[in-house]
């Protein structure tokens, strides 16, 4: 058996406004079920509902709840990890492993963000790579399309069986470095991992003990713990980790333009429910108008009801800094 481990508890600034604090992108509903919902259904494929925990944010429990349900799984409070606010990935995955190493022993544990498009084929390469994370701790790896800044950079080394020792990962490089590390040969960190428990936190007390320590407690006390993520706390600085590429159809669903990449297109490169009139290439979602789009290009235009987007399609990664701009007004 594999236990799962899904991520939830993330805002996802950059698809304001209709990811918000209190109904962030993973449970949006953009086409049938969510991003949440979806992760899910992956993760029954390698495990029993009893071995899948979903760590997430006080605030959206019933929004987990509600959306298993829907699957038609009930969900058991104790699956459920509420965060009384939100440390970033190491805290979270720590606390999953903790929990399902206590039910179910050193049994391999796969990681999941809920945010993600991906091929279902993925899940028989994560659960065959079980033999690879007795010893390692192993990320999935994905061959960059573009230097994008906002990924973890993977160098393979030597091939070790079912995958490829790690010579080095980078976190969210800069642009230059981005372009270098792409052309050659790096890989991008899909954000999923698997470890077997034990290796996990071999690791974790040799880089990160006071929080190894913290999550040995039954009730762990966030306001403590360290606020980091697992690619800046243990990946960069781990010698133990493995990588296995996946050469599958994954998408990071984080700005508009990936949504919009991702959405059936007509002749002229418009998506979404409009009238487009002598337009290309625009993005069009609104919850309940009627929209008409004229002599537009490559425009986002999103509607939620009680706020509205007008964006450039190649600045959709600046959406996150609205969100800054109304917090300082208050
Ligand atoms: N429970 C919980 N608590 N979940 C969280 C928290 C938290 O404090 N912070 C983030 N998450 C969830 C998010 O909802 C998402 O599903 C996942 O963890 C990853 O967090 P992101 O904030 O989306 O990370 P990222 O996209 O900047 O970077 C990560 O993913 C990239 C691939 O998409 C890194 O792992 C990169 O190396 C990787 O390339
Ligand atoms: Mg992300």
Not at 76 to 98: C, F, H, M, Q, Y
Not at 182 to 203: A, I, K, Q, T
Not at 323 to 330: D, K, N, P, Q, T
Request: net charge negative; charged share 25%; proline share 5%.
């Amino acid at each position: 058996s594999t236990g799962s481990i899904i991520l939830a508890g993330g805002v996802g600034t950059r698809l304001w406004p209709l990811s918000r604090e209190q109904f962030p992108k993973q449970f949006l509903k953009l086409n049938g079920a969510s991003f949440f919902q979806d992760t899910y259904t992956r993760a029954l494929r390698i495990s029993s509902p009893e071995e899948i925990v979903v760590v997430t944010n006080e605030n959206f429990r019933y929004h987990v709840k509600n959306q298993v349900e829907e699957l038609g799984y009930s969900i058991d409070d104790s699956r459920i990890l509420l965060e009384s606010e939100g440390k970033n990935t190491l805290p979270a995955i720590t606390w999953g492993v903790r929990v399902l190493y206590d039910i179910f022993g050193d049994i391999p544990v796969a990681v999941f963000p809920s945010d993600h498009i991906l091929d279902e084929k993925a899940m028989d390469i994560i659960k065959n790579s079980a033999p690879l994370a007795k010893k390692n701790l192993v990320v999935f790896g994905i061959k960059p399309t573009a230097p994008l800044t906002g990924y973890g950079y993977i160098k393979p080394g030597e091939a070790l069986d079912g995958g490829f020792a790690v010579k080095e990962f980078k976190e969210k490089p800069g642009p230059e470095k981005a372009k270098e590390y792409m052309d050659s040969g790096y890989l991008w960190n899909s954000g999923m991992f698997l470890f077997s428990p034990e290796v996990f936190f071999e690791e974790l007390k040799k880089y990160r003990p006071d929080m190894y320590e913290e999550f040995e407690r039954p009730h762990p006390d966030y306001s403590g713990v360290e606020s980091i993520s697992i690619d800046y706390g243990l990946l960069e600085v781990s010698d133990r980790v493995a990588v296995v590429p996946l050469a599958l159809r994954w998408n990071d669903l984080g700005s508009f333009r990936a949504l919009y990449e991702n959405s059936g297109k007509d002749d002229n490169g418009n998506a979404g429910d409009a009238e487009f009139v002598g337009s290309e290439n625009n993005f069009v979602y609104s919850k309940d108008k009627k929209v008409a789009v004229l002599g537009m290009t490559n425009t986002a235009i999103i509607d939620s009801g009680d706020a509205l987007l007008v964006c450039d399609l190649d600045n959709t990664e600046s959406v996150k800094e609205l969100v800054g701009i109304y917090a300082s007004r208050g």
